[in-house]
């Protein structure tokens, strides 16, 4: 069969049909079941990852609507943010803010809504050809007014909690996206970097030749230092070095000195508390002068907790406007803030050879050093290889930097978060205390305003003297707006048109603030936001039906990001968790384990993939290759082997009933051993598939999927064979019946994993539903479940692999039939139906059973009868494969034609019946020339010549 073309005809029948609209409007005698799709944003190509996602998103959604669920899923797009802004500004060539807003406000978000659904066909189309069931005619839109209202709500119920403050805190900053970022965000940024660390020499005021050394990895800050930090129950020392005293941490002497040194005084950290020192830098102080900062005591020793002897020289640089201790340290002293860095991370005017240069340019770096060494201020410099946080967008290095952002007080929910995160079930379960318990262990407060353009704007509104309004909904924001015409019935909420709004209250007049919200929180409130809630649907929300999620899943990073949001706002809105199941998945790879990257050549197109091999063998392969949270590596062949070796075999199985099927009955009463296993066995696989899915255990039960196929291939039906074909009718009947249902239930089962197959597979067998994703997920037939009958044919199948390892070693082909093998079992006895499998798999006349060890001992003498029944067995294994070959059916009977030698001519006279029956022939020829159709081979040294013409 050709899968990926079956897929397109599947696909066309579920069009024709609505098939998924019929899914969402059957009848749901469970209730309901609540699913959220995490929003993809469509300015960017869907990956081969995102396959990854919406295969494991989608098959517990299928496995619960076939258990009698309904399972709305509401598509959905993150439309604003850093990601769409950046690509914008690449379009324009735009470097910074200020191009932004020379362009216009109005027309820059103009293009970003536009942007957003460059890929949507792309992303629609794959959606479609993977099968993911979700509903893309009525998506959740974030851009979308309604959607901002509700999260205008979800701020005003913070606000009113006096969880929303403002503060001018160090706060993680990109400086070419000028804009803060939130420890979620940074967290997705990092990387392994060299950077150029300095030990600088600070002379101590008014002593000729004494330093104090102090390191820093971020030299670009040495110009904002205004104070020297050591630990007050360190122990410290001066030591000499040529004409200089250089005071370190003892602790330090070893790592930061070379060979031996002389101490020459030894103090703890106290006694050094309070010393001047001269700046590295005069921009500062000059720049201050006449200031009110300027009045301040900069430039002398303090004490602080954070300092340790772990690395550098025991005494901390302190820049209070580009570090979050320094800062908080200078709060608590009384030091100077000033900025010499402007929001673009450029020095300002005033610092001499530094002005206006990028701070995080290596070359600034250099001639800092540069600049220390000339003035004999250098101490040391060296490489240093550290993970340093990026912007997870641009890529640029993120600077700790002093300013006013919005906050909201999550440090505080902390013991709360951990609560709801306990009642969570997590797959795969150690993230729940590992990465997940350990990041809200650690929680921070949320850095939640943005100074950008594109996004949810921040509805707080400012008075001149201070005061400060929060707006909940666009009705509110129309009573208390000046100029009412401005909030209409097309009210558009973005910037720059919320920005024009004026409110009035108790005669005052506010402006709102200039900033966004974090991106993150857009998509974090889902759950109320893609309902209008509270405005509409309210009741469905806080009724249990739509809220919370009984399942999600996205890849790992999430823990950062969506998963932690989601669980942020819920918490925020004094609610129970978003959501009770998580499917947690690691990152997609190349076949080598290799992140997958243009530059490296590797990306791997998810659309070509499904074209080649289908969307169901891309599906199989996610679900099976390893658990769900450890990174996948994506191989080809690996794949390629696993469509042969699953589906293959599966359609090989469902052509052989088809072959077989017609005047099937059913039966109810299974007689026959190997229909009393295979229907014990398929009922135990839906009780265990049940249990594993109603668990989230997606892998274990996929792979159990495919062992039944192998079961039922190449021990059923291998061994069912000759009943199918025999004169039995009744045994017939059973066989193909118990076929039939075990294909049937298996249709079922795989539905939710392989969609296409499955319902191609539930069509081939008659099923009686449009579709096999409208038909209700299989019900156990615990009657039939019997571990007799399992347990015996797993002995029963393990001698058969003993006798045939005996017979490889031996030499004797299994084609060649011996006179006896002895069994050997521990306890109780084997009774004949086992004994008859075994005799017809391995190819013997008799089984003998004797009590002692599992073992098993084949009779390898051959008698003259036993190579002429083996060379018989022979002819009929080629005759047939000839029959196949020429491309002949069941109905079609032939005359069959045999030559060789004298020994080869009795055998067949011999066994003539059995030849006859076995080959579906009528006659049997043994003179003349060989028929059209013929084939020659040699068994038992004998050659041997077989053929046959159709009888019409």
Same mark, same amino acid.
């Given at each position: ?5 079956? /897929? ?94 020379? #362009? ?35 998506? #959740? ?309 943005? /100074? ?170 996610? #679900? ?38 017609? $005047? ?105 539903? /449009? ?39 031996? $030499? ?19 009774? /004949? ?21 599992? $073992? ?43 030559? $060789? ?52």
């Amino acid at each position: 069969m050709n899968f990926p073309e079956n /897929e397109k005809e599947v696909l066309n029948y579920w069009d024709e049909k609505n098939i998924f609209k019929k899914t969402l409007e059957k009848p749901a005698p469970q209730g309901s079941f609540v699913f959220y799709e995490g929003p993809p944003t469509a300015n960017g190509k869907p990956g081969i990852h995102h396959a990854e996602s919406r295969a494991f998103k989608d098959c517990i959604p299928r496995f619960k609507t076939m258990q009698g669920y309904n399972v709305v899923r509401k598509a959905g797009w993150d439309t604003h943010g850093l990601p769409v802004e950046i690509e914008v500004e690449k379009q324009l060539g735009f470097t910074g803010k200020a191009e932004i807003e020379e #362009y216009g406000i109005d027309k820059f978000n103009a293009r970003c809504k536009e942007s957003v659904w460059t890929y949507k066909g792309d992303w629609e189309a794959f959606t479609k050809r993977l099968g993911y069931w979700v509903d893309l005619d009525d998506p #959740y839109i974030t851009y979308k007014p309604e959607y901002i209202e509700s999260l205008w709500w979800v701020v005003k119920q913070v606000w009113e909690k006096g969880l929303l403050y403002k503060d001018y805190r160090v706060t993680p900053h990109c400086p070419r996206c000028g804009t803060s970022l939130s420890s979620h965000e940074l967290s997705q940024g990092y990387k392994d970097v060299k950077d150029l660390s300095v030990t600088a020499k600070f002379k101590l005021v008014g002593i000729d030749n004494e330093y104090v050394l102090a390191w820093t990895t971020t030299p670009w800050t040495l110009p904002g230092n205004v104070g020297l930090a050591v630990g007050k129950e360190l122990d410290y020392v001066k030591i000499k070095q040529g004409d200089d005293l250089l005071w370190l941490a003892k602790g330090r002497l070893s790592d930061v000195m070379e060979g031996d040194v002389e101490i020459v005084e030894e103090v703890k950290g106290e006694a050094l508390v309070g010393k001047e020192y001269e700046p590295l830098y005069p921009f500062m102080q000059e720049l201050m002068e006449g200031t009110e900062e300027g009045e301040k005591k900069a430039w002398y020793i303090m004490p602080a907790d954070f300092v340790t002897t772990e690395d550098g020289t025991g005494v901390v640089h302190t820049a209070v406007m580009y570090g979050a201790d320094d800062f908080t340290l200078g709060n608590e002293v009384g030091l100077p803030k000033f900025h010499l860095v402007k929001l673009d991370g450029t020095y300002i005017d005033g610092t001499a050879f530094l002005a206006g240069r990028f701070v995080a340019d290596e070359q600034v770096a250099i001639d800092i050093i540069k600049d220390l060494a000339h003035r004999g201020l250098l101490f040391a410099k060296a490489k240093y290889e550290h993970s340093y946080p990026h912007c997870w967008r641009c890529k640029t290095k993120v600077i700790y930097y002093a300013k006013d952002s919005w906050y909201i007080r999550m440090s505080e929910l902390r013991d709360e978060l951990l609560r709801q995160n306990a009642t969570i079930h997590w797959e795969p379960s150690h993230i729940q205390d590992g990465r997940f318990g350990e990041w809200l262990r650690e929680v921070k407060d949320w850095a939640f305003s943005r /100074e950008r353009y594109w996004g949810t704007p921040l509805p707080i509104w400012e008075s001149e003297d201070g005061d400060r309004l929060c707006v909940g909904s666009f009705d509110e924001l129309r009573e208390l707006a000046k100029d009412k015409t401005l909030v209409g019935e097309t009210f558009d909420p973005h910037r720059p048109f919320v920005d024009d709004v004026v409110l009035v209250k108790d005669g005052k007049e506010f402006k709102r603030v200039p900033d966004v919200c974090d991106v993150w929180f857009d998509s974090g409130s889902m759950p109320y936001a893609q309902w209008h809630y509270p405005f509409e649907n309210k009741e469905l929300v806080d009724s249990g039906e739509l809220y919370p999620a009984d399942y999600i899943s996205e890849a790992i990073d999430q823990t950062r990001g969506w998963f932690y949001t989601l669980l942020a706002v819920s918490t925020l809105l004094g609610r129970k968790s978003a959501y009770k199941n998580v499917i947690c998945l690691g990152h997609v790879l190349d076949a080598e384990g290799k992140k997958m990257s243009k530059s490296l050549g590797n990306i791997v197109e998810p659309m070509e993939m499904m074209e080649k091999h289908g969307a169901d063998a891309v599906r199989w392969y996610m #679900y099976t290759i390893n658990q769900p949270g450890e990174s996948k590596r994506f191989d080809e062949k690996m794949l390629s082997d696993m469509v042969r070796q699953n589906f293959g075999i599966l359609m090989n199985v469902a052509s052989f009933y088809e072959m077989f099927a017609e $005047g099937e009955v059913a039966t109810t009463e299974p007689t026959h051993v190997l229909d009393r296993w295979i229907l014990a066995r398929l009922n135990k696989l839906v009780t265990e598939t049940t249990e594993r899915l109603e668990g989230y255990v997606i892998t274990e039960t996929v792979r159990e999927l495919g062992e039944f196929i192998t079961d039922l291939s190449t021990w059923y039906v291998r061994r069912s064979r000759d009943r199918v074909k025999g004169e039995d009718v009744q045994d017939r009947m059973a066989a193909i019946a118990t076929l039939r249902e075990c294909l049937h239930v298996f249709s079922r089962l795989m539905a939710p994993f392989a969609p296409f197959l499955a319902e191609t597979l539930y069509k081939k067998v008659g099923g009686t539903e /449009e579709s096999v994703h409208l038909d209700t997920w299989p019900n156990v037939n615990q009657s039939l479940i019997d571990e007799e009958v399992l347990t015996r044919m797993d002995e029963t199948r393990a001698i058969v692999t003993k006798v045939l390892e005996r017979r490889v070693e031996a $030499g004797v082909p299994v084609k060649q039939v011996l006179s006896s093998v002895t069994i050997c079992i521990p306890s109780g006895t084997f009774a /004949e139906e086992y004994q008859a499998l075994v005799r017809a798999e391995v190819n013997v006349k008799d089984v003998i059973v004797k009590k002692g060890e599992m $073992g098993a001992d084949l009779d390898l003498t051959l008698t003259p009868e036993l190579i002429r029944e083996g060379t018989v067995r022979e002819m009929i294994r080629n005759v047939n494969a000839l029959r196949k070959n020429v491309g002949l059916t069941i109905e079609d009977k032939i005359e069959l034609y045999v030559s $060789g030698p004298e020994e080869v001519m009795k055998a067949a006279l011999d066994y003539q019946e059995t030849l006859l029956h076995s080959t579906l022939a009528d006659l049997l020829r043994t003179d003349g020339e060989p028929p059209e159709h013929h084939a020659s081979f040699t068994v038992n040294e004998f050659e041997i010549t077989i053929g046959f013409v159709t009888i019409k």
